[in-house]
C-alpha cells in the first residue's frame, strides 16, 4: 500500500497547524508524517519526522528542554522579506550585526550575533546541518540561504555543542527549508523606500516532482535578486556627520567630520600667515592660498560619500532529492549555490602623515614656498616638514567589491535497522570563493617621492615608478599626471574556505521503563576546515592609503568527535509529576591542534500538572579557534611608545619596589642598571600584531537555563514561556593592546609566560621588539529572560469579512537581557555593556550598541482568502556609556545625549489567495516613519546604529506568486 499524500486541509487547520509550528518553546510540538504499512514488496521512502533544533532524538509530542524560538514561514511572507537578515534581525534574542547596511566595516555579508557574544559562537546550520562558513574567521553568510524555501527557522539558546560540536556556545540558529515541494511555484516582489530610492527585485522558481511513483522526489529552485544602493546623503538624518563638541563643557552636538580635508590642513608646526600671524592650524582654499583652520566649521562632511544601503546582487540554486534504492533505504543529497556581488563606498582616502617638501618645488606657488621656507623648515636646509591631514578627493571615493561564490553538497543515506533504531550516514562538502577588490586608494610612499622634485628639471628626485611631482596644497591641486602616479591599481585579496564533514548518527530507543521509552541519539563525525587569505602585497604594512594593513592566512585543522544523548523518563502520570525526566548527553572531540575537550548537558524535565512544565539545563560547551586566530600572519607596524608608557622596569616605576626587579633582569637589564635604567621616550618598537597562536586551547562556556511554560487547559489556544539563561565564557580567545601585553609581563612576573617571552630589549635596555597575537584571555558573559506567548482563537462567523470562518493569532518574543559584557584581561574591569550605547562598549567590528528590552509582537487576521497582519517592534531606551568610560579610563568627556529615546516601529501588510494557485501580498514597514535616535560619538555608522533602527523611513513591498500542484 502506498504512502499516503497530505490531501488539502481547511483554512483554520492550516492556520492551527503553522501556529503550532510557531510555538517557540518547550511546548513546541515536532511533526511527523506517518506512512501507512507497506505491503510485501513494496519500496517506500521512509518518511523523516521533524526534529527540533537542540538534539537529534526523533520523537514525537516532543517538548524540548532547552529554550526554543521559532519563526515559521508566514513571517517572510507578511515582512515582505528576501534577505534572512531582515527576518532574524527583528528577533530580541539576536543583536544586529552585519546586514544591508554594512558599509564600514564590510565583508559583503549578513551575520548572526546570538546575546551579542560575536558570530563566532553562534552555530548556524541548514536543515540540521552545519551552513557553509564564509571567510577565515568561521562566521556564516545567511544571505546564502534561500528566503523562499524556508519553512521555519529554530533559534535555540544555551550551549548545545554536545549535539552539534564547536561554535554553538550561545547557542543555534537553524534554518530548515521545505523539500518537499512538488509542483511549479513562481515569485517575485518589488520593494521601494518612500524616498522611491533602495529598490530591491527578488524573482524564484521552484520545480519539484517524485519520481518513481512515491520511490524518490527531486526539487530544485532558482532565485535572483537586485538591490539597489542607497546614499547617506539621500537622508536628512545621516546627510551631516554629527558629533558631540568634547572641548564644550555639556558636550553639545554640533556638525562634525573629519579634519582630513580636500583642501589640506597643516597642524604642526605652527604657522605664521602674513596680515594674519600665528595659528597651530591653516587650511589651504581651492586657489592655494592659505588661512587659519576653522573647527568645526571647516571640518570634512565624509557622510554623503557612503552608502547607507549597499547594492548587491545575487543569482543562487539548489537541488534537492532523495530515492529509496530499497526498502527502508534512502539515499539523498542536497547542493545549494550561491554567486554575489556586493560593493561599498566611502570617502576619498585621508593623509595623516608627516610628510617633506623641497622649499623650491616646482609645483609649490610662489607663496606656498615662502610659507614652507619661513615656518616648516627649521634649519635651513631647504627641506620642509610638516604634520597633514588631506583628503585624496581628486583620486576619487573609496571603492570596495566583494565578488562571492559558495558552493555546498550534502550526500549520504538514511535508514533503519532491523530492531527499529534509524540510522543516517553523511557526507559533506562547502566552498566559497571571494575576491576583494579596492579601487581608489592612493599608495603611501609615493605621496613623499611626489613632494621632492627638481626645480630646474620639473622632475622627481626619484624618478622611480614613474614618479610625479605633485602638490597636496588646495583642493584640486593635484593634476591628472599626479592622480594617476597615486592611484593604486589593481589591489585585490582572494580568499577561500573550505569544509569536509563525515557524520554517522543513530538514534532509537533502549528500553522501557515504567514511566516510558528511553530514547538514545549517538554518532560519530570527523570534520575538516581549511582556509587561505592571500592578501594583496600592498595591503601589507599599510602601503595603501585609505585601507587598514592587511596579512595573509593560510592554515587548516581538523576534529574527530564521538557522542551520545538520551532522554530517560522517569515519572509519569503520578502525583505533582503528570511527567518527570532527564536529557543528558556527552561528546567527546579531538582537535589536531587544540588538544580534546569534553562537552556535557544535564537538563531536567518536570511537569507537576498537565498544562504546566518546568525545565533547567546546564552545559558545557566550546569553541575551537577558527582559522584566523590559529593562522592569521602578524601585521608589523612601529609603535613609539611602548616603553614611555608600559615599561615597569624604568627606575621611575621603581621596579624593586613593585617586586619586578628579578624579571627585568632576566630580560636583559644588567643588575646594576636596576633603578638607572630610564626607558628613552619614543623609543621605536617593531611591533607585531593580530597574529595568529596554534598554541591556543578551546574556549570554554558553562550556560544555563530555566524557563517555566503553561499551556492551561481551560485556555488550550494558549501558550506562554518564561526562560532564564545565564552564558558565560572562560579563556576567550582576542587581542589586546601592546601596551596592556607588555603590562600582562609584568603581572605574570614570570620570565617564561607568554607574554614576557614575546618581549625583546636592545643593549639599552629599552623594548625594541614586541609579538602580540591571539590568547586565551577574555571573559565573556551574557544573562537575561526571555518570554514568548503564543496564542490563536478561532472568531465568530459575524467577524469574517466576505463570510465564512474566521481567526486571528497573536505572537509575542521579548527579552531582558540582563548584563552582557567582556573582562579583556584577567585584571581588566568587566565592562557590562546590556542597556548601553557608545563608551567602551565595542567589539572587532566597532561600536555597537545593546537594548536591554526588545520586544516583537505580532497580530494576524485570518478571513478566508485574506489575511491582514500587524507587526509591532520595541526597542527600549539606550544609556550613554561614556560615564563609564570616563570612570575606568580617568577622563571627562560630556555629552549632551544622555539617552537614546525608545522607538516604535509599526508594520502593516496583507495576503491575499486569488485562486487556489495565485497570491498577492503587500505591505507597508515603519508606517510612521519612526527616526532613529541620534548616538553622537557612539553611532556604529551614519550618526546612529542602522543595524538596529530603521535609517530609510517608510518601505513598501508588493509581491506575487503562481503555484501549479
Known amino acids: 500500500m502506498p504512502n499516503e499524500v497530505n490531501a488539502p486541509v481547511p483554512r483554520e487547520i492550516a492556520f492551527r497547524c503553522s501556529v503550532i509550528a510557531a510555538v517557540v518553546f518547550a511546548a513546541n510540538n515536532a511533526v511527523s508524517r506517518e506512512a501507512a504499512p507497506a505491503a510485501a514488496g513494496d519500496v517506500t521512502l521512509a518518511i523523516e519526522e521533524i526534529v527540533v533544533t537542540g538534539s537529534r532524538i526523533k520523537r514525537r509530542d516532543f517538548n524540548s528542554v532547552s529554550p526554543i524560538a521559532t519563526i515559521d514561514a508566514d513571517e517572510i511572507t507578511f515582512g515582505g522579506i528576501t534577505n534572512l537578515e531582515d527576518l532574524v534581525g527583528d ?11 554594512g558599509n564600514n566595516p564590510f565583508n559583503g555579508a549578513a551575520q548572526l550575533d546570538l546575546r551579542g557574544l560575536g558570530p563566532g559562537r553562534t552555530l548556524v546550520m541548514l536543515n540540521g546541518r552545519r551552513a557553509a562558513p564564509h571567510d577565515v574567521f568561521g562566521a556564516v553568510n545567511i544571505n546564502n540561504i534561500p528566503s523562499a524555501l524556508v519553512e521555519r527557522v529554530e533559534v535555540v539558546t544555551g550551549g548545545a555543542s554536545t549535539v552539534y560540536g564547536s561554535d554553538a556556545v550561545s547557542g543555534v540558529v537553524n534554518f530548515i527549508l521545505d523539500t518537499e515541494f512538488s509542483g511549479v511555484e513562481l515569485s517575485t516582489q518589488y520593494d521601494v523606500f518612500g524616498d522611491s530610492d533602495g529598490g530591491v527585485l527578488d524573482a524564484n522558481l521552484s520545480l519539484g516532482s517524485d519520481v518513481n511513483g512515491i520511490r524518490g522526489h527531486i526539487m530544485g529552485f532558482l532565485n535572483f535578486q537586485d538591490r539597489e544602493a542607497v546614499w547617506a546623503g539621500d537622508r536628512e538624518f545621516t546627510r551631516v556627520a554629527l ?44 586657489d592655494g592660498t592659505a588661512r587659519p583652520f576653522v573647527d568645526p566649521d571647516d571640518l570634512y562632511n565624509f557622510q554623503p560619500a557612503n552608502y ?52 623650491d618645488h616646482p609645483s609649490l606657488t610662489p607663496e606656498q614656498q615662502s610659507l614652507a621656507a619661513n615656518n616648516w623648515d627649521a634649519d635651513g636646509d631647504g627641506l620642509a616638514n610638516f604634520f597633514i591631514l588631506r583628503r585624496l578627493s581628486e583620486v576619487g571615493p573609496r571603492i570596495g567589491v566583494v565578488d ?24 559533506s562538502y562547502s566552498e566559497t570563493d571571494k575576491e576583494y577588490e579596492l579601487i581608489n586608494g592612493a599608495f603611501a610612499s609615493r605621496l613623499q617621492e611626489g613632494l621632492l622634485a627638481d626645480p630646474n628639471s620639473g622632475e622627481c628626485l626619484d624618478p622611480s615608478d614613474g614618479c610625479v611631482p605633485i602638490s597636496l596644497f588646495g583642493d584640486g591641486s593635484l593634476s591628472p599626471e599626479g592622480v594617476l602616479f597615486l592611484r593604486a591599481v589593481d589591489i585585490a585579496d582572494s580568499e577561500t574556505v573550505k569544509e569536509q564533514i563525515v557524520s554517522l548518527n543513530t538514534t532509537g530507543d533502549l528500553l522501557q521503563l515504567p514511566a516510558g521509552t528511553v530514547a538514545v541519539a549517538a554518532g560519530v563525525e570527523w570534520r575538516e576546515l581549511s582556509s587561505e587569505l592571500v592578501s594583496d602585497p600592498n595591503l601589507i604594512g599599510g602601503g595603501v592609503l585609505g585601507y587598514l594593513p592587511q596579512s595573509g592566512v593560510d592554515g587548516a585543522f581538523n576534529v574527530k568527535e564521538i557522542y551520545a544523548e ?36 544535564f537538563g531536567v524535565d518536570w511537569a507537576p500538572l498537565e498544562g504546566l512544565r518546568f525545565r533547567a539545563m546546564h552545559q558545557r560547551a566550546t569553541r575551537a579557534p577558527n582559522i584566523n586566530e590559529l593562522f592569521r600572519i602578524p601585521i608589523e607596524g612601529v609603535e613609539a611608545d611602548l616603553g614611555q608608557f608600559a615599561d615597569e622596569c624604568s627606575a621611575s616605576r621603581d621596579p624593586v619596589a613593585i617586586g619586578v626587579a628579578d624579571l627585568c633582569i632576566a630580560q636583559g637589564i644588567p643588575a646594576d642598571q636596576i633603578g638607572v635604567f630610564e626607558a628613552a621616550d619614543f623609543f621605536p618598537a617593531t611591533v607585531f600584531l593580530e597574529g595568529g597562536n596554534t598554541n591556543l586551547d578551546p574556549e570554554e562556556a558553562e550556560t544555563y537555563t530555566v524557563g517555566i511554560v503553561v499551556q492551561p487547559a481551560t485556555a488550550p489556544d494558549l501558550s506562554l514561556a518564561i526562560d532564564y539563561y545565564d552564558i558565560e565564557i572562560g579563556n576567550s580567545i582576542g587581542a589586546v593592546s601592546s601596551i596592556a601585553a607588555i603590562a600582562l609581563c609584568f603581572d605574570s612576573n614570570d620570565i617564561n609566560s607568554d607574554f614576557c617571552r614575546s618581549i625583546v630589549r636592545a643593549p639599552s635596555g629599552d623594548i625594541v621588539e614586541l609579538t602580540n597575537p591571539q590568547f586565551n584571555l577574555a571573559q565573556s558573559k551574557a544573562r537575561g529572560v526571555d518570554v514568548i506567548i503564543d496564542y490563536q482563537r478561532e472568531l465568530p462567523q459575524s467577524m469574517s469579512l466576505i463570510g465564512g470562518e474566521a ?40 561600536n555597537f550598541v545593546m537594548p536591554e528590552n526588545r520586544t516583537s509582537t505580532r497580530f494576524t487576521y485570518y478571513s478566508g482568502p485574506v489575511s491582514v497582519s500587524l507587526s509591532w517592534e520595541w526597542i527600549d531606551e539606550l544609556d550613554n556609556h561614556i560615564d563609564i568610560l570616563n570612570a575606568v579610563i580617568g577622563t571627562s568627556f560630556r555629552s ?13 501588510s496583507m495576503r491575499f489567495d486569488t485562486s487556489h494557485s495565485i497570491e498577492v501580498y503587500g505591505g507597508v514597514s515603519n508606517v510612521f516613519e519612526e527616526s532613529p535616535p541620534l548616538l553622537g560619538f557612539g553611532a556604529t555608522q551614519s550618526n546612529t546604529a542602522p543595524q538596529l533602527y530603521d535609517v530609510f523611513g517608510r518601505r513598501f513591498f508588493l509581491g506575487f506568486s503562481y503555484r501549479r500542484m
Open 308 to 359: 547607507l544601503q549597499v547594492p548587491h546582487r545575487r543569482k543562487m540554486g539548489g537541488l534537492f532529492g532523495k530515492y529509496a534504492v530499497t526498502n527502508g533505504v534512502v539515499l539523498f543529497g542536497e547542493l545549494t549555490w550561491s554567486a554575489s556581488e556586493t560593493a561599498q563606498q566611502l570617502a576619498p582616502s585621508p593623509i595623516r602623515d608627516f610628510l617633506a617638501t623641497n622649499v
Open 243 to 286: 558629533s558631540e563638541n568634547f572641548a564644550s563643557p555639556t558636550g553639545e552636538i554640533v556638525p562634525g567630520g573629519s579634519p582630513s580635508v580636500p583642501g589640506g590642513a597643516i597642524f604642526f608646526p605652527p604657522t605664521d600667515l602674513p596680515g594674519i600671524g600665528v595659528t597651530n592650524a591653516i587650511i589651504f582654499n581651492p
Open 91 to 101: 528577533l530580541p534574542q539576536l543583536v544586529p550585526n552585519l546586514d544591508r547596511t
Open 566 to 601: 538520551a532522554l530517560v523518563p522517569l515519572m509519569s502520570q503520578a502525583r505533582l509529576s503528570h511527567y518527570l525526566g532527564i536529557e543528558a548527553g556527552l561528546r567527546y572531540s579531538y582537535y589536531s591542534l587544540s588538544g580534546d575537550s569534553l562537552n556535557w548537558k
Open 807 to 846: 481567526s486571528m493569532a497573536i505572537r509575542f518574543f521579548g527579552s531582558h537581557m540582563i548584563e552582557s559584557g567582556r573582562q579583556e584581561t584577567p585584571g581588566s574591569p568587566f565592562i557590562d555593556c546590556a542597556g548601553y550605547f557608545g563608551g567602551l562598549c565595542v567589539n572587532s567590528t566597532g
Open 404 to 427: 562571492s561564490d559558495s558552493l555546498r553538497a550534502v550526500s549520504g543515506f538514511d535508514g533503519e535497522f532491523a530492531f527499529g533504531w534509524d540510522w543516517e550516514v553523511s557526507y
Open 896 to 908: 549632551e545625549l544622555d539617552k537614546a529615546g525608545a522607538r516604535n516601529y509599526i508594520d502593516l
